[in-house]
């Protein structure tokens, strides 16, 4: 993503709309093919993370809120291990150049580049026959061998999660129609609150110092709460076990739930949580909770882990297991 003299159509595309946007001295305002991330002494985590037309979003969302949700489910990530936001990188696959569309897209981007402190450090902007797409590669700080990884969760830690489980798959829900348009169709307020969380998530960022002071292992739930805590499980050679009322879920999942008209596969096999998942020793539970509290974040503890190898049981409030036919949002 760079802009410079004898500007092609990309070229007056990118100064337009992002060259603004990279304030940053080391994305030298776009004017080159590179950036310069000075590592000051830390550890650089890198993630990457691509949104697509019709997978990720709707053809017919807002463009702000595309512009956060590339942003913010890389920032997500950062948060899980424990990283401060450094940069990031972005790449942009348009059909058209859409003037007004670009507009909005941009002014999202660095409203949450100002946010979160995230600062744009370049890119590239490509044109497809294809469905929309946005990739990003963000870039944090860690202190040198503190990031916090998947591999680690330890018999006997508890298994802890931030925010809400399941709104955003209702939210994309009730964008499709179906069973929970039905039921949301007397109550917008409800409806508004979960499609605002498909389509805008909310990256616990405020949370990376408890986790890389607190937890053994963490990831974030971008596949599904099911999926992504047997993804946790399998690399540190445990399994778990959750106390499925113990799940934290807004008022209107609750009663989507309650009304039988989702069932729980629906609220921790949906995808699109954007939330923190990590294990914390059990004697520095109570801690962890307090340190969330004071960064602003609701944190809930949903179970322990236990020896095995087979994939984490859910238990009601009897210890009934509850089979899940399926554990997360797959692409393939």
């Known amino acids: ?42 550890d650089i985590v890198v993630n990457t993370d691509a949104i697509v037309e019709g997978v990720h979003f709707l053809p017919d969302d807002p463009p702000d809120t595309i512009a956060r949700k590339a942003l913010r489910v890389n920032l997500s990530d950062l948060a899980a291990k424990g990283a401060v936001p450094a940069g990031f990188v972005l790449t942009l696959a348009l059909r058209t150049h859409d003037e007004a569309w670009l507009m909005e897209f941009a002014r999202g981007l660095g409203e949450d580049i100002a946010t979160f402190g995230c600062a ?35 018999v006997g830690d508890r298994v802890v999660v931030s925010g809400m489980i399941g709104d955003a798959a209702l939210g994309l829900a009730a964008l499709k129609g179906g069973a929970v348009a039905t039921a949301l169709a007397g109550d917008s307020n409800a409806r508004d609150a979960l499609v605002a969380r498909y389509r805008v998530p909310q990256p616990r960022n405020t949370l990376a110092l408890a986790v890389r002071d607190f937890a053994t292992a963490s990831m974030d ?10 993804k946790l499980c399998a690399v540190s050679g445990v399994s778990a ?6 799940i934290p879920l807004s008022d209107p999942a ?26 914390i020793p059990e004697n520095r539970t ?30 009601d409030q009897a210890g009934r297991d509850i089979v899940l036919k399926r554990l997360s949002y797959s692409h393939f």
């Open 254 to 279: 609750a009663a989507l739930l309650d009304r039988g008209v989702i069932g729980l596969e629906t609220v921790v096999a949906g995808g699109d949580d954007y939330e923190v998942l990590c294990t």
């Open 1 to 42: 993503m760079s802009a410079g003299s004898n500007a092609s159509g990309e070229d007056t595309l990118i100064a337009r709309y992002f060259k603004p946007l990279a304030r940053d001295p080391g994305a030298f305002g776009l004017t080159d093919d590179a950036a310069v991330l000075k590592a000051d002494g830390e």
């Open 221 to 230: 739930v971008s596949d599904g709460l099911a999926g992504d805590l047997a």
């Open 120 to 154: 744009l450090l370049g890119g590239d902007t490509v044109s497809t026959p294809g469905p929309l797409m946005v990739s990003v590669t963000a870039f944090g700080r860690v202190p040198v061998g503190k990031m916090v990884r998947r591999h680690g969760a330890a």
């Open 241 to 246: 076990v959750i106390d499925a009322s113990a």
């Open 286 to 315: 109570t801690g962890f909770v307090q340190a969330a509290h004071q960064a602003g974040v609701r944190v809930a503890v949903i179970g322990t882990i236990v020896a095995g190898a087979s994939s984490p049981r859910f238990v």
